[in-house]
């Protein structure tokens, strides 16, 4: 069996391509040996395509309230429990002025879809964190918007827009989400992302109720029929106060072999080490990176709102998980032979701006 596993890796690795058959053999397998196989190939690649740089991003979650009502999520409107904030402009200017200062030159601005923040508000601050840091490329992941909205926030500067997709397959997107929300809606907004020139980040959680075999090959699907710059994935958590409390989380093991995958078939991607796969497991972030992963995303939300931002239980945002943290982190990093990458880490997937993606056009 093991002998068949190298096999279905090389053949990945060598055409980039991946069938459904061959995807539950990788993740169904119990062979060691194969699977740090799967992660050396992987992290190979990541190391021809970016040398042993790990890029940083700095993140800043700058509202949790939320208009959405996502079944998995802690900050879904229906949770009477969450203790809401908003940042004001000036807090998000100085997190971003105390990132600069750490190293960063990313910063994500991340938040609920949240109505208080207007595409006025949402601009001014974009242009603001440019002004005052030029050299610095600027990140959204505020979640669905008009095209027109996703126009004026890269007028103003915007960089970057990350948009989970969170399943690619609409029957398991109406189990996870309420009826208001539509995975055309989503595809809409990514092809809309990239066609406006944001290098785009898709992605879904690891074991999410309702994950099959059969999901998670229209996950990679997409991810190869879009093309995205970045993938973001990590384990679902279960958070007590929402539907999916009871649910099992995903698992370490499964995220890591879908982190190789992933870096296969789409070998200049950018690949972030989550923070759910840093809170499943103490060594997760290092074994994604060693599985092939090449970002990771420090928290910079001012410390006295951050338990606040709460996703999922548990979830990490102090020591190595922390902007202040740097330093740890960067030794930590250094042990296993990588280090921090001071520039601004652009993808190396081009960017095709003003093509609509295929899929969008075919259903016009
Ligand atoms: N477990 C893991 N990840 C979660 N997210 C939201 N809720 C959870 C959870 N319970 C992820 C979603 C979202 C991103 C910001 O966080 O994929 O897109």
Same mark, same amino acid.
């Given at each position: 069996? &093991?002998?068949?596993?190298?096999?279905?890796?090389?053949?990945?690795?060598?055409?980039?391509?991946?069938?459904?058959?061959?995807?539950?053999? !990788?993740?169904?397998?119990?062979?060691? $040996?194969?699977?740090?196989?799967?992660?050396?190939?992987?992290?190979?690649?990541?190391?021809?395509?970016?040398?042993? *740089?790990?890029?940083?991003?700095?993140?800043?979650?700058?509202?949790?309230?939320?208009?959405?009502?996502?079944?998995?999520?802690?900050?879904? $409107?229906?949770?009477?429990?969450?203790?809401?904030?908003?940042?004001?402009?000036?807090?998000?200017?100085?997190?971003?002025?105390?990132?600069?200062?750490?190293?960063?030159?990313? #910063?994500?601005?991340?938040?609920?879809?949240?109505?208080?923040?207007?595409?006025?508000?949402?601009?001014?601050?974009?242009?603001?964190? $440019?002004?005052?840091?030029?050299?610095?490329?600027?990140?959204?992941?505020?979640?669905?918007?008009?095209?027109?909205?996703?126009?004026?926030?890269?007028?103003?500067? &915007?960089?970057?827009?990350? !948009?989970?997709?969170?399943?690619?397959?609409?029957?398991?997107?109406?189990?996870?989400?309420?009826?208001?929300?539509?995975?055309?809606?989503?595809?809409?907004? /990514?092809?809309?992302?990239?066609?406006?020139?944001?290098?785009?980040?898709?992605?879904?959680?690891? +074991?999410?109720?309702?994950?099959?075999?059969?999901? !998670? #090959? !229209?996950?990679?699907?997409?991810?190869?029929? /879009?093309?995205?710059?970045?993938?973001?994935? +990590?384990?679902?958590?279960?958070?007590?106060?929402?539907?999916?409390?009871?649910?099992?989380?995903?698992?370490?093991?499964?995220?890591?072999?879908?982190?190789?995958?992933?870096?296969?078939?789409?070998? *200049?991607?950018?690949?972030? &080490?989550?923070?759910?796969?840093?809170?499943?497991?103490?060594?997760?972030?290092?074994?994604?990176? /060693?599985?092939?992963?090449?970002?990771?995303?420090?928290?910079?939300?001012?410390?006295?709102?951050?338990?606040?931002?709460?996703?999922?239980?548990?979830?990490?945002?102090? +020591?190595?998980?922390?902007?202040?943290?740097?330093?740890? /982190?960067?030794?930590?990093?250094?042990?296993?032979?990588?280090?921090?990458?001071?520039?601004?880490?652009?993808?190396?997937?081009?960017?095709?701006?003003?093509?609509?993606?295929?899929?969008?056009?075919?259903? $016009?």
């Amino acid at each position: 069996m &093991a002998g068949v596993e190298r096999e279905i890796i090389d053949r990945i690795e060598k055409t980039g391509r991946i069938t459904k058959e061959e995807l539950s053999i !990788l993740l169904l397998s119990s062979d060691d $040996k194969s699977m740090d196989y799967l992660a050396k190939r992987a992290g190979e690649t990541t190391l021809r395509h970016y040398g042993n *740089k790990i890029y940083i991003r700095g993140l800043i979650e700058f509202t949790n309230y939320c208009r959405n009502d996502c079944y998995y999520c802690g900050i879904r $409107k229906s949770n009477r429990n969450a203790k809401r904030y908003r940042l004001s402009e000036e807090e998000i200017l100085s997190a971003a002025g105390l990132g600069y200062r750490l190293g960063f030159r990313t #910063f994500v601005l991340q938040g609920g879809e949240d109505p208080w923040f207007t595409d006025e508000k949402i601009c001014a601050l974009v242009s603001a964190v $440019k002004s005052d840091h030029p050299d610095c490329a600027v990140t959204l992941s505020i979640g669905e918007k008009k095209r027109d909205s996703y126009q004026a926030y890269f007028d103003a500067g &915007a960089d970057r827009y990350l !948009l989970r997709h969170e399943t690619a397959d609409e029957v398991h997107y109406r189990k996870l989400h309420p009826p208001d929300l539509a995975l055309s809606n989503r595809i809409r907004c /990514l092809s809309e992302l990239k066609e406006i020139g944001y290098q785009t980040g898709c992605g879904f959680m690891v +074991g999410s109720p309702g994950q099959t075999m059969e999901t !998670l #090959f !229209l996950d990679l699907s997409l991810i190869q029929e /879009l093309s995205p710059h970045m993938v973001g994935i +990590g384990p679902f958590i279960p958070h007590k106060d929402t539907p999916f409390c009871r649910e099992a989380p995903g698992t370490l093991e499964r995220t890591l072999r879908l982190l190789s995958i992933i870096r296969l078939i789409h070998p *200049k991607v950018l690949l972030p &080490a989550t923070t759910a796969l840093g809170t499943i497991h103490p060594d997760g972030r290092k074994r994604g990176i /060693l599985a092939g992963a090449n970002v990771v995303m420090p928290n910079l939300t001012p410390q006295h709102v951050r338990e606040k931002y709460e996703l999922y239980n548990g979830k990490a945002s102090f +020591g190595e998980e922390a902007a202040e943290g740097l330093g740890a /982190l960067s030794e930590e990093l250094k042990r296993i032979g990588y280090q921090i990458a001071v520039d601004i880490g652009d993808s190396k997937v081009p960017i095709v701006c003003g093509r609509r993606w295929p899929k969008i056009a075919a259903q $016009k």
